[in-house]
Structure formats: C-alpha cells, structure tokens
C-alpha cells in the first residue's frame, strides 16, 4: 500500500482528486489555508480548476456553476468563511447539486481565534442558510478520514444531489498522520438527466431554486424533506470503542474523540467501565445508536469543543432515558485525556468529587 | 421576408416554464427594455451558430426568469453573484458559451466584487448589463445608478449626493482594468441606439467564441412603470437625462489586437488511470523495514523558534512509519504557544493513536529554559529528559526522570551549523532510548532530507549526538 505522512488538509485534497472533483474555489483562512494551497498545486497539474476567489461568496457560486454542469466541485474554509458560504448553500441545495464544502472550525463566535473549536455544530448539522435545507455532514477525526471521507462526501452529494460538509477542527487539519494513498475510481452516477451542458439533451434541465407558486415550492420542499428521510434512513454512520459493558457512555466526534479514546484506556486500566460513541455523520445524526446505548448504559457523557450544541442531539435521542450530562471546553481550549477521566469518575462516583 | 417577424429559435415560441394562463405573454411591463434585449441576445445566439451551447445566467432582479423565454442551457442564481457562477460554469466546461444577464442592483451593488473580479481575471464570458436606474421587480427603490434628484421608494425626497452618494459608472470603471476586451455602453432609446446595441451583442459573443476574454456591454433601458412614465417620456428621459450622466460609447476594444484563443482555459475530464499515476507519485519514498517497539512513544520536542524542534518531530515521526507503526505529529496549539517555547507533540504507537496532543510525554526535548520550566512536571514518572545544557541553565530532576544533559547547540556549531543541534538530539534520543539504531536512522535521513548539500552535516550531527550519550554511560 503506498502511504505518505500528510496533514490532515493536504489529505482532503488527496481524496478530492481521487473522488474525481474537477474544480476547486476558495479563499484563504487561516486554520484551512494548506487546503487551498495543495488545491492550487494539484488541481491545475492534473487539467483541473483552481481559482483564489475574491470572496467565500464568490467561491461558493462558482463552486454552483461548476455543479449545475454536472462536474465535481468543492471549496473549503474555516468558520468566519463558512458563515459567508451560507447563501451559497441555500442555493445549491435548493436547486439539489452536489458539491462538497470543508470547515476547519475555529474559535467563535466573530473573528474569535484561529485555534480548534466544535462551535459550528449548529450551523451545520441545523441549516445555517435560510429554508428548509439540510447538509450531509461527515465529521473525521484522523488524516486517514480527512481522505476517506472527502471521497465518501463527493459519492453522497452525488448520490442525494445535495451539498456535504466535512466538518473538522484545526488539530485534525494541521495533525500529521501516516495516510494510505487512495486509488481513484470512475464516478458511477449520470449527471445529465438535471445538469445543464447548454447542448439539446440537456436544455429541458433547469438549474433554479425558484418556485413562484406557494403550491409548487410547498411541493418541493416536501420533495426535498423525503429525500432527507431517506438519507436519515440510509447514511448514518458512527462507530463505537469499548462501548459493551460500559456503565458510562461518552459520545464524542472529531479531535475531541481521539481525546476521548486515551481517556477511557486510562479509566478501563482503573477499572471503570467507559465507552466511546462516535458519530461519524453528525447528520444525520445516530440517533438510534445513541438511544441503544442509552438503554444499556447507566449514563451518558457528552464531550465537545463547545458550550453544548450536540449535547441537544444526544438529549433527543436519550428521551430521558438514562441522564446526559455535559463537558465542554471553547475558545480553543482543548481538554487533556485527564480531565476528561476525572469527569468520569466524578460522574461515576455519583457526582459528588 | 415573413422571417423577419418570426421569433428566433433560441427564443422559447410559447413559454412553458410559466405559469397557466399566461404562456404566450413575457412578464415584462409595456415599454420595459428586457425584451427588446432579450430578442437581440437570441438573434445573435441563432445567428452565431452557439445555439447548443449556449448557457444563460439569470440572477435576481426583473430579469431572474430568463429562463421563460431562452431556449438555451439555464441557470438561476443568486443576487449579484451571476460573474461567480457563470465564471464556473465557463471554467469547468470551456466550450460553453457563457452569459450572464444583471440588472443595475444585482450588477453594481450586491453584486459589485464579483463583477470588477470576473472582469479583472478576464473570464471569457460576455457580460449584458441593463441599467434602467431603479430596482423594478422589488418595487421601485433607489439604484446605484439611480440619477442625482430622481425619486424612489427609497428616495422619496430624491437621491442626493451626500446622503445617497452619486450614480455609478460600471463602464468608466472597468475599463480601467487590463485584463477585459470591449466594454461598451448602448441604449435603446431610438432605434438608431438600438441597432448599435443589436452590433455591441453580437461583438461581445462573437470575442467570446473566439477565445478573445471578457466583454462588457451596458444596455441603458427604460423602466416606464418604476420611473412613473409613459413609454414614449421613458425613452425621451433615456436620451435626454439618463445619458448626461451615462455617455453611450466604447470604453475598451482591444477585440483587434487579442489574440485568438488567448483567454481559453483548460478543463480536462476526470482521467482515472492519470489520477492513479499522478497520487502514486505522492507516496513516500521511504520502504517498510518493521522495527518491533516495546513501548508507544508519547513525545514532546520544545525550544525557540529556529531551533529545528518542529522539524526533530518531522523526522523521528518519518523514522517511526518506516518502522511500521502509527504516527502522529502536530504543532502545539492554544495556551503552550505563548511563553517563549515553540512545541510539536509525536506519538509513535503500535496500535491506533489516541489524543494526538501529547499532554504527558515519555521523551521530552527542551532546547530553552522557558521550555524546561514549563514541561518538565508533565514528564511521566521515569520518563527520558533531553536538556540542551548549552542554553538551559536549570537542572531536571534526576530522581525522577532518566535525563541526559548534553550542549546539543555547542555540538552542532562545532559541526558546522547551529541548524543541526536538533539532529544531535534526535542522535541522542535514539542513543539513549535504544528505540531505533544508528544505520537505521542515518539511512532515512538520507532520504528524507531535501537539501542534500546538508546531509552530511546532518549525519554527523546524529553520530556526534549519539556519540554525546555513549561517552556519558
């Protein structure tokens, strides 16, 4: 298997170029400007497309330009930029091209810092843009799935016609890592039954997201929410560490997962029953998952760079179950293996250290 | 001669993407400007012979349903970004024809950044800008180039200069750029102006076909029901007012001069086999010798910035791959920035990696006293303390960590090149660790440094580092 030592955001280009994605537009921010450089680098190299947009604005209509032709187009940013591509994709999915869009998250809210944060949960597993839109969003945590994943998002966006995210953090786009280098294969989906090639077999398509008639958007809004269902029904995906006999649940994703793992190899080495639950795709989220380990587990810890934003996720699939508590760091603060340890032995012990 | 009156066929003859009732009729109002425009873009789409492949782009403003009337490839899009997705539409697939069709909000406010910079990059699009000097389909309101003194639903009392700025001129600014072709103003306000506009469509298409770059053409229009006029006063005020401020004319033509094909890029389809070779050449050059670890490695490597610890944790995380295990490297983040110490955390494990920040580590490097003090308390106990004794003038605690003092900086400057003291360390580490032997290590070097004329400095200063902890004992 050939192999190299990367980043984890030289990795999401290496899987982009591998998911066959023709096209790339972006804007530089610091904790994702190595995406673009190694974009501006490759993309070019192998007959692609690379423009430094003027905007993040800019970049995402492009990136609505090259989709509309049924050709695989990305852009990448980090939390400020994103915010700015919400227009952008409102848009795309409202006229169902695939495109697939990264967010190196960094600290918030407003300029905040350049430094790991999980604060854009929100925004993107909730809409972020206006109307009733989803994004498939894949959450990697090592550079192996900054690759995988990429490639896994372009398929899916192709799949559902929808945008898809990679929702990442500073530590896990700058971490080096030992990555397999992947082998590229043929797109298997037909683009031309909705893109637009301005030739006569394509001119029946319609690249919009305008519907004037109330009765004729309503339509297409439940169009989209049953599409939705099926992904809800279909993509889901999260995996579990040590989670079999645990008394106490830890669902953590991203950076704050590889944290997590080292966490409970302490706490199994000091005889405390503690898995992992990780989503892999935040959304759709593992609701079913989490409501299984919920009734198996005496408690729930949710884990994240934030104030609290999955934590509502996992209460909703809890139902009230078991109890859900909460730890959380921000601002760029990420929490040692320790303290996180030392919240589940208190937790353990009743909640009385 | 019955032709004349036909519509052309890039011309939708019923328009079927409206709603019932109202198929046979634009939505445009008596006297507008849009169809006139309109009928000319699709005569010279037919005449050119662009028809199959021609895409339209139609963003928000009377003219977002575009897609009624050409029979051409659409797209829809958002406010003012019609430049941004046109430029992908063209860059992704050259061969389109590429129009984009912007009313004066769309074009010069929203949407100003993404037309001075399709222009300035030069994209081979044409660009159809109709100025009518108000918002027509939001109700009337106040454009960028809505006239000093004229009334809006946002200027009630008319547009003033200091409070609502003055009228922009799109044309004048755009040709101050390098990179466009033609940039023209037209108008429609007799027919004499209209046949010149009929000439400034079809030039800017036809430079487009031809590679020849970005083409501009302002088409001033009447907007009789947003100006409160009858057609007939809308196009006595497009020649009598609208034109003081906005001179019909050509701007730029460098159509002559430009070279054929000059502004064409290229979009080549995904190519499997050459992707495959292309990410093949990425891999590492290292090979695979399995090299059996007793025990995961959790390091930190700190000092100044310049003094190559970022770069020792590059290489001994190269030296653990090629040995078959997992790695990590990452530079420090947050808090650990500050204080005068630049850090990098590797771990080298047998299985996977957990946190990938290294918060208690088994190897620490420090190579400054602002580093010893900050790290050495999170060594494990019994872990290994690398001190470049040359620089720090603190002592570790030798009862609880297993350290080697060693003046790394002194030994590379003897060497030849203070650069390489992070090298005598990495001789150290492996010295005193025994967790990688000396050919070993000094056969990945050799591959993995790029600078070659370094190399031997290199190697000297991982024996010198080596040789530094056997004399020790």
Redesign the interface.
Known sequence: MARQFMKGNDAIILGALAAGCRAYYGYPITPASEIAHAASLHFPALGGVFIQAESEVAAINMVYGTAGMGIRAMTASSSPGFSLKQEGLSYIAGAELPCVVVNIVRGGPGLGNIAPEQADYFQITKGGGHGNYRLIALAPNSAQEMCNLTMLAFDLADKYRNPACIMADGITGQMMEVVDIPEPKPIPFDHRSWAVHGDAQTRQNLISSIFLEPEELEKHNLKLDRKYREIMAHEVRHETYRTEDADLVVVAYGVTSRIVYSAIDQAREAGLKVGLLRPITIWPFPSQAVAEAAQKAKQILVVELSTGQMVEDVQLAVLGRCPVHFYGRCGGMVPSSNEILSECERILAGGKN | MAKVFEKPASFYSEFE?K?AGHKKTTHYCPGCGHGNVHKMIAEAIEDLGVA????F?SPVGCS?FG?YYF????????HG?AA??????????PD??VMSYQGDGDLAAIGT??T??AAN?GENISVFFINNAIYGMTGGQMAPTTMIGQRTTTTPRGRTEVDHGNPVRMCEILATLPAPTFITRVGLGNSKQIMQARKAIRKALQIQIEGKGYSFVEILAPCPTGWKMDPPEARDHLTKVMEEIFPLGVYKDVSDEAEAGHWN????????E???A???S???PLSLEPVPLAKDLACKFAGFGGQGVLTLG?FL??VG?KAGH??????A???EMRGGTANCSVNICRG??????V??PNVLVVMNQPSLDMFEDTVVDGGWIFVDSGICTGVPDRKRLRAIMLPATEIADKIGSPKVANVVMLGAICAATGIFGADYVKETLRIIIKRKELLDTNLLAFDAGWQAVVEQG
């Not at chain 2, 997992?326 to 530079?331: E, F, G, H, L, R």
């Open positions: 993407r709603s199959e492949r021609s895409v782009v977002v897609y029979n051409s490839g659409n797209f829809q899009s958002a970004r941004a997705v046109a430029t992908g539409i063209k860059r992704a697939n389109s024809i950044a993404e001075v910079h990059r890029r290229i979009s080549k389809p995904f190519d499997v050459a992707r495959h292309y990410l093949q990425m891999k590492t590059l995380a190269q791959m997992q790695v990590s490297w990452i530079p983040y947050g808090p996977r990696i957990g946190a990938p920040t918060d208690h």
